[in-house]
């Protein structure tokens, strides 16, 4: 099997061969193994119970989706909803003294800010309420934390969920108006012809104004306070994913708030309120390495970073909201914005990523004129946003700096056991790390390529598509008319599943296009510096050092292929992974349908008598043999999703398994999937049920695995 080779450091004794890496002990729990064991999904489901990762199959049916109409329309209303004259930045530590400013203007506008304090004032006056009475009620309603139930961190996951599918959907319709209008431009002379190419410029204004649409958006109407599910330090990679959820609900502007609209409402008739009213605020500057600051920010209001501004700014919109969050000391939310640059291999992908980090609330507590940043030194609003007590505090690895690095301090020096898992079988390096005791990794081989067994042969490869470099006409593409006459991935951020399906179909090696076609995404490998390492009470685990987009390929569960009765020592294999395409084609036994129907070149597969048994005839066995994905573990609320995927040829029972995101997953979380047992579903040789707890430490925990 070739020589061996040790890949650690001083006299840790680790070896593996040249295409092997090490076997490992990945136990969920110190039990004993059970003494035999069935099939984990012969059993029915709860319905509650069932893994899902796609989108909710009612607001499919319900709200479905025509991507190829023109929904210009809508965008144009939506942009209506939003200002487009101001951009905000924040300074922090920083003492302005009025005394620096233009003595005349300076005069007017503080002249300004007492007159308008004065009509606050009255207004309250005339709603019958006393001002001190008004004030502490109001603080007690939205300043007390709120406890994030279990449903509102799933309501939470759901609606950036249906963001994201929306996203991918008219990102694709980008690129497909784009080819669309050069395939066109190449014949015709478009403006003589009179023709006129769609185009869709914004996927994620269009993904929002979808939502807005089907109602979608989680919290439409504006508050006061925290929203549930939304906890402090929680971080988002766009604006449109806040409005997704209603967090803020501008795209381009840095202050939301309620504008008069919000004093017709039964909430707020005849108590006195004075709008418009500040509910939250983006900081787009810089972030400093002092959290001390974050306790304390000097804000520069609308127009403050606009360095072409040739005019004094007036108290009004987002200024004057802010100005009357004062006067009835609402707190606003603060959310955090800086540009988020991860590793080398992170910056190949051009995903361009700007974090923004949820700061929690803050109260508006002093406002003033000062210069702003243009030339000409025209005068704008500042504001001092302190923020309230009483609120979980903002760890340093919740607030990362402009240059895209976290300020983390790791507890105990990470202990390198092993340089490279896979010696140089993938593309990046994949180290195995152990802080917690002296465990190493032993009698495991590393591959990249599944093991065929030699009393199993693979079907002959599929005849392919006849497209030429790329495929980029879905409406030409042989591969692309198995699934649905579109292609199931999209070039963002280097390459994402739109959504889950049944099956994906990609092109193979019979096919015409190259290795950088669009629908070959599974199989360029492992694209993201994925580390093993040791946690306390789960045996080893995975995570990666880089942000890992929703929908992108992490990597594919590989071992020995063998057949499903053939399994020998089943009882002390955790490695088993079943390959029941067929099953869930069928949703027999409890499985969960994806979306998309089958093509017609599989559906003869299905109709086999053979389907009609829960327990799938193939499966893969990474006991011995595998790569980094058998070290990942269970999570009853993981982030990542299984996905069947056929290449080579069009034989289900025999489909490649992918490892993709379901979520966004922020640098150093855990990787996770749902292993899928059935409750009650494993025996020993006597038929008595065996339990396994379950140690995944989620909101979601079911306390068993099986």
């Known amino acids: 099997m070739g020589s061996d080779k040790s890949l650690c450091n001083g006299t840790l004794d680790v070896y593996v061969t ?18 035999k064991r069935c099939s984990p999904r012969l059993r029915k489901i709860p319905e509650g119970k069932k893994p ?19 929904d210009a329309a809508k965008l144009e209303s939506l942009l209506e909803l939003h200002e487009k004259d101001a951009v905000s930045v924040v300074e922090r530590k920083i003492k302005c003294s009025p005394t620096s400013c233009k003595p005349n203007i ?43 139930t279990r449903n509102d961190k799933a309501r939470v996951k759901k609606a950036l969920r249906i963001y994201n599918k929306y996203y991918l959907h008219f990102f694709q319709e980008q690129g497909v108006c784009k080819y669309d209008g050069k395939r066109l431009a190449k014949h015709l002379d478009l403006k003589k012809e009179g023709i006129c190419v769609r185009s869709i410029k914004r996927p994620d204004l269009k993904a929002i104004s979808k939502m807005l649409e089907f109602n ?26 806040m409005v997704a959820l209603g967090l803020h609900s501008h795209w381009l502007n840095d202050i939301d708030y309620m504008g008069e609209s919000y004093s017709k409402m039964e909430e707020f008739k005849g108590k006195g309120y004075t709008f418009p009213l500040a509910v939250a605020v983006v900081l787009s500057a810089q972030c400093e390495d002092d959290l001390d600051n974050l306790e304390d920010i000097v804000y520069i209001g609308q127009g403050g970073n606009d360095v072409m501004v040739n005019k004094h700014r007036k108290m009004a919109c987002g200024d004057l909201a802010l100005k009357n969050s004062i006067e009835h000391c609402v707190p606003v939310r603060v959310v955090g914005g800086h540009r988020h640059t991860s590793t080398r291999e992170h ?166 296009c190259g290795p950088g076609c669009i629908n070959r995404i599974s199989q360029r490998g492992i694209k993201y510096q994925l580390e093993v390492f040791r946690t306390s009470n789960r045996g080893w685990a995975v995570r990666s050092k880089d942000f890992i987009p929703c929908g992108a390929p992490v990597c594919e569960y590989i071992g020995e292929l063998r057949r499903t009765n053939e399994l020998d020592n089943v009882a002390e294999n955790d490695y088993i992974f079943e390959i029941d395409c067929c099953q869930t084609i069928k949703g027999i036994g409890g499985r969960e349908r994806r979306l998309g129907d089958v093509s017609e070149s599989v559906s003869s597969q299905l109709d086999e008598k053979s389907m009609n048994e829960g327990e799938a005839e193939f ?3 990474a006991g011995r ?10 999570s009853c609320d993981p982030n990542l999703f299984v996905q069947c995927v056929l290449s080579e040829h069009h034989h289900l029972r025999l489909a490649r398994i992918l490892l993709f995101a379901s979520d966004n997953i922020p640098p150093m979380q855990e990787l996770t999937y749902d292993y899928g047992y059935a409750l009650d579903s494993v025996v020993d040789n006597n038929g008595t049920v065996r339990t396994l707890p379950c140690h995944c430490g989620t909101s979601d925990c079911r306390n068993r695995l099986y």
């Open 216 to 241: 979608e958006v989680l919290y439409p109407t504006k508050r006061f306070g925290h929203l549930p599910g939304i906890d402090i330090g929680y971080q988002f990679y766009s604006r449109a994913e």
């Open 625 to 634: 043999v595998g790569n980094v994905a058998r070290f990942i573990n269970h």
């Open 52 to 70: 899902f990762y796609g989108p909710p199959r009612k607001a499919s049916q319900q709200h479905p989706i025509d991507f190829i109409t023109s």
């Open 619 to 621: 499966c893969i066995d």
């Open 347 to 512: 910056q190949s992908l051009s995903l361009g990523l700007r974090l923004y980090t949820y700061y929690g609330l803050y109260k508006v507590s002093e406002c003033w004129p000062a210069e702003g940043v243009s030339a000409s030194g025209m005068l704008v609003y500042k504001y001092r946003l302190k923020r309230l007590q009483g609120q979980p505090k903002l760890t340093t690895n919740q607030v990362q700096c402009s240059n895209g690095r976290s300020s983390r301090v790791p507890i105990k020096a990470p202990e390198l056991v092993c340089l490279d898992i896979t010696e140089g079988q993938e593309d990046v390096c994949i180290p195995v790390i152990n802080t917690i005791d002296d465990t190493i990794i032993t009698g495991f081989t590393y591959t990249k390529y599944n093991q065929v067994l030699s009393n199993l042969s693979l079907p002959t490869n599929a005849q392919g598509c006849e497209c030429k470099g790329n495929c980029t006409d879905p409406r030409t593409c042989a591969c692309a008319k198995l699934n649905g006459f579109d292609f199931p991935y999209v070039r963002s951020s280097g390459g994402r599943l739109i959504e889950a399906k049944d099956v994906v179909f990609e092109c193979g090696p019979n096919c015409g």
């Open 106 to 148: 300076l005069k007017s506008m503080v002249t300004a800010l007492d007159a308008s304090a004065s009509a606050s004032a009255s207004c309250i006056t005339k709603g019958g309420l006393d001002s001190a009475t008004e004030k502490k009620s109001l603080d007690c309603c939205v300043t007390s934390y709120v406890t994030h």
């Open 18 to 35: 040249k295409k092997f890496g090490q076997r490992v002990q990945k136990m969920v729990s110190e039990e004993c193994p059970v003494k």
